[in-house]
């Protein structure tokens, strides 16, 4: 069952916030206020207050200043240091999520965790902490998490922290493929909204509810449930959750072949996604009419509206868009008969599925990538995504989970009969009072002149006050939108970061170090043996190597560390790529002599490019001391380049031991993936990822092909400069007229 982008849980952060009664005070009014050189609890709120306001505003570098001193006047407390410290990390772990990076806020909400502060105060802490671990996708860190913090808040008799705490458990449970436990959780959250008469919650909860019928395809309860969300969200002015049932309504409609009713409920959700400036609810929209129109059979359409919303997601950052824009272009291509076009596009779910941890999501790209290699005849491949797939689905299938579902599905049907049955008793109700009420005004109506007037003077001044109380219900909208629109761009980073943590303590631990320790016992050889000059030689040679080794690994880690501290950064300009190709040619020469094999390169000298030129060297060095790494004595590298339309194609051909077909996948995948090479060579196993980002930032594509025991190529594209000379270098007999998809390549018999 797939995951639609349509499901966003309202995250009620609003719950757990501190206990300082924020002033919407005009900035330059706060900066001229604040005296950071009184040392007080009140300085440090007033502080705080100013970065979480130009949070609000997206200003980030100025808030982090403002925090960073906060914390610097609470160090200088004695009574009340502890909370002051605690106030103010937990003000910068919210201005990181806010910023995407549940990294570097798990970092200080952890520093949090360790101060003195009451239980209430804490729970503001974890609730933070599991929101971040949900969007790093630890999602079982963060189910644990929110149950600790429920179980603090019912202790404490927060009623209103447990139902806010159990809407984002059960978004958990909902990405975790986890239906009946999210059911549970909205069930529990909706009761306690119902009681306490909380519209805004009813509408959220009931909205979420009908969206996860929709999902079981239990489409009366699902229909029943988004009605009574419209006609809150409609009644309270909500219009971000109005918005999200819109679109939640078109799908319902759409999965039903309703196609023009579910088109003007999308198209309604547009205008509000539009007037609110949110781009990514604009392109979740997008996506789902293109679904739309794949199941009116418009595959044209379609594809066209598939590929705008992948381009638009992978602008944005959104893993989940890109997953189902993979997923859905691969289906069209599926019922055209394209199976290798299909595959590909299935890989690249799969591939991004894997990495966020989804069941479901994993589950599905593994049966359509099953399907597409049993109709493509590759029985081999088909057998393989099927044993994935019943391993996956063994572990999620259970008779008692079956037996849950069913319990739950009884109890919410039993309750939508109770409230139909209120509903209409309540308008027996109306009707019988209005004919009461008409009956009466007739009687009395010349009698009782004077006191309508009264009443019509009354109910304007209830109008007026009907009003003001409207403005000031706007205001709050107002200000619970923005807070939203700072959630929803926190979802961007999720897993980048954790990634990027586990890669480099793993370069760090392993790969660093083993070098260094080989050269150290080198050194020690030297030292205190008397070695014969051939020894000696032999040593310097291994030093020699070692340190060329240390001094590749080291520029692969600067650049990728650079590159997530401040972002890929280009300084473009157009040179000869045979100029590169011969200085790094002569960089790894020593590296190639030393395993005797020979490097040629095959390029034209007028052919021109417009990229970075060092970036272009590192990238062209990692994929050549690759295949040094694993080739033989007496083989040979080829560098060659030829023209493709615009871009220059590079080719790094070795006729070394090949990849093996299980490896393939993994060589570009989200884990940390290295082999030894001919001589047993380590590697760090960042430079191909870090070259494939690089040569992607430049507009280009960079993937391979290989035969296990035969030969390896990797293939770059990099944008020609205007004017380069129509020429070819000599290559292998390969068709550089086909436009390449950016995954691996896997032939389909």
């Not at 100025?62 to 906060?70: G, I, P, Q, S, V």
């Not at 080198?522 to 070695?531: G, P, V």
């Given at each position: ?35 950071p050189a009184i040392s007080s609890m009140e300085t440090v709120e007033s502080i705080n207050e ?364 039993i309750r939508t009969r109770e409230q139909q049955a209120e509903i209409i008793e309540a308008r ?322």
């Amino acid at each position: 069952m797939r995951v639609l982008l349509c499901l966003h849980i309202l995250l009620f952060l609003q719950f757990l916030q501190f206990e300082v009664n924020a002033q919407q005070a005009d900035l330059d009014s706060l900066r001229s206020v604040v005296n950071p050189a009184i040392s007080s609890m009140e300085t440090v709120e007033s502080i705080n207050e100013l970065g979480e306001q130009l949070v609000m505003r997206g200003e980030f570098t100025e808030a982090r200043d403002w925090h960073l001193l906060a914390f610097q006047v609470a160090d200088r407390l004695e009574a009340e240091r502890d909370l002051a410290q605690f106030q103010t990390l937990v003000s910068l772990g919210s201005l990181y999520l806010s910023k995407e990076k549940p990294d570097s806020a798990l970092i200080m909400l952890d520093q949090a965790g360790f101060l003195n502060v009451p239980a209430e105060s804490m729970n503001s802490q974890k609730n933070l902490k599991a929101v971040a671990l949900q969007m790093s996708g630890q999602l079982v860190l963060s189910s644990n998490l929110y149950e600790e913090a429920i179980h603090v808040a019912d202790s404490l008799g927060r009623g209103d922290q447990v139902a806010g705490l159990r809407m984002n458990l059960a978004s958990v449970y909902s990405s975790m493929g986890e239906e009946v436990v999210a059911l549970r959780n909205f069930y529990d959250a909706l009761v306690f909204a119902e009681d306490s008469k909380d519209s805004v919650l009813i509408a959220v909860t009931s909205n979420n509810i009908g969206h996860l019928f929709n999902e079981m395809e239990d489409y009366e309860q699902a229909e029943f449930y988004l009605d009574n969300s419209e006609e809150i969200s409609r009644n309270i002015g909500h219009q971000v959750n109005l918005r999200r049932v819109f679109v939640n309504k078109g799908n319902l409609y759409s999965g039903q072949g309703r196609y023009d009713l579910a088109e003007e409920y999308y198209t309604e959700g547009l205008d509000l996604a539009e007037a609110a400036d949110d781009r990514l609810a604009e392109v979740r929209i997008y996506y789902n009419l293109a679904r739309m129109e794949a199941q009116r059979g418009d595959r044209s359409r379609a594809e066209e509206i598939f590929l705008f919303s992948l381009e638009e997601s992978v602008r944005l950052g959104s893993v989940e868009g890109q997953y189902n824009s993979a997923i859905s272009l691969g289906d069209l291509e599926a019922e055209r008969n394209n199976y290798g076009g299909a595959a590909r596009w299935y890989a690249r779910a799969q591939s991004i599925a894997e990495g966020r941890g989804y069941h479901a999501l994993q589950t599905e790209s593994y049966s359509k990538l099953y399907e597409i290699y049993k109709r493509a005849g590759n029985t081999t491949q088909a057998l393989q995504w099927l044993e994935r797939f019943n391993e996956l689905e063994d572990s999620l299938a259970s008779d008692e989970k079956l037996r849950l579902q069913a319990e739950y599905e009884t109890l919410f049907n039993i309750r939508t009969r109770e409230q139909q049955a209120e509903i209409i008793e309540a308008r027996q109700q109306e009707i019988h009072a209005r004919v009461n009420l008409q009956q009466w005004l007739i009687v009395f109506a010349f009698s009782l002149g004077g006191f309508l007037l009264v009443v019509a003077f009354v109910l304007n001044r209830s109008n007026r006050k009907v009003k003001d109380v409207n403005s000031e219900l706007e205001e709050s909208n107002e200000k619970i939108r923005e807070v939203n629109k700072t959630v929803k761009e926190q979802n961007d980073e999720l897993e980048q970061v954790n990634q990027v943590k586990n890669k480099l303590f793993a370069i760090v631990a392993h790969d660093l170090r083993s070098p260094l320790s080989s050269l150290q016992s080198l050194i020690y050889l030297i030292r205190e043996h008397d070695l014969s000059k051939s020894e000696r030689n032999n040593i310097l040679d291994s030093l020699d190597q070692n340190i060329q080794d240390n001094s590749n690994m080291m520029d692969n880690l600067l650049a990728w560390a650079k590159a997530q501290m401040n972002g890929v950064q280009l300084n473009r300009r157009v040179f000869k790529f045979s100029e590169a190709a011969k200085a790094v040619t002569e960089q790894v020469r020593f590296q190639a002599e030393n395993k005797g094999i020979s490097i040629e390169t095959q390029v034209v000298d007028e052919l021109t490019v417009k990229a970075d030129y060092d970036i272009v060297k590192l990238v062209l060095r990692n994929l050549i001391a690759n295949a040094i790494k694993f080739s033989k004595e007496n083989d040979t590298i080829t560098v060659s380049v030829s023209r493709s339309k615009q871009y220059a194609e590079i080719q790094i051909i070795d006729e070394g031991i090949g990849i093996k077909t299980e490896d393939q996948p993994k060589l570009f995948g989200n884990e940390h993936f290295t082999t030894r090479g001919t001589k047993n060579e380590k590697g760090s196993g960042l430079g191909l990822n870090l070259s494939k980002e690089y040569i992607e930032e430049h507009g280009g594509e960079l993937w391979f092909e290989s035969e296990y025991k035969v030969r390896t190529t990797f293939f770059f594209t990099l944008p020609l400069a205007e004017g380069s000379v129509n020429g070819t270098a000599v290559s292998d007999d390969h068709s550089l007229e086909d436009e390449r998809e950016p995954i691996d390549q896997t032939k389909l018999n």
